[in-house]
């Protein structure tokens, strides 16, 4: 509400772009939080196990932004590395700071990277549907550099 931000700015002598200071941090906060919640609507039911190693059903690659945004909501972190193994095929996620850097995957018809470098709110499913992965996976979250 900008009265309230007005207010808030109004209040605390010699802090004139506190408004806008705060409406920048609701905005944000209102993205994450859409973001988080979309992404936990979406995956929580796919999701048997612990917050750092689970059986993921019915998973398809363009979920991969879901997935991502649901673990860092899980364990808290902003920098983390996922990785996803179903039979012959594998993916490997690595989050730093927020922001997904690259995803690895093979399958049998062979292995690509992807170059992500997008923060983990923007990334959305198209930044996924190229890649060859469905199915049942059993999937392990570990800190970033192990």
């Known amino acids: 509400n900008r009265n309230l931000l007005a207010r808030a700015s ?5 802090e004139k772009l ?4 705060l409406r920048l941090i609701a905005e944000g906060s209102g ?14 039911p796919l999701v048997f196990g ?12 363009p979920l991969l932004s879901h997935l991502l945004r649901y673990v860092m909501l899980k364990t808290g ?19 730093l700071g927020g922001v997904i850097e690259k995803v690895e995957y093979e399958t049998a018809s062979g292995s690509s990277i992807i170059e992500v ?30």
């Not at 993205?31 to 929580?44: D, F, G, N, P, Y």
């Not at 983390?80 to 690595?94: C, N, T």
């Open 10 to 14: 109004a209040d605390i002598p010699g």
């Open 18 to 21: 506190l408004g806008k200071k």
């Open 31 to 44: 993205k994450t939080l859409a973001r988080m919640a979309e992404s936990h609507h979406i995956v929580a």
């Open 50 to 61: 612990s917050a750092r190693e689970f059986i993921l059903k019915e998973f398809r690659a």
């Open 77 to 95: 972190r902003r920098s983390f590395r996922i990785v996803g193994e179903a039979g012959d095929s594998r993916f490997v996620a690595e989050v």
């Open 117 to 146: 470098r997008k923060s983990i709110l923007d990334v959305s499913e198209d930044d996924f549907t190229g890649m060859e992965l469905a199915g049942r996976y059993m999937v392990k979250i570990e800190e970033h550099g192990q």
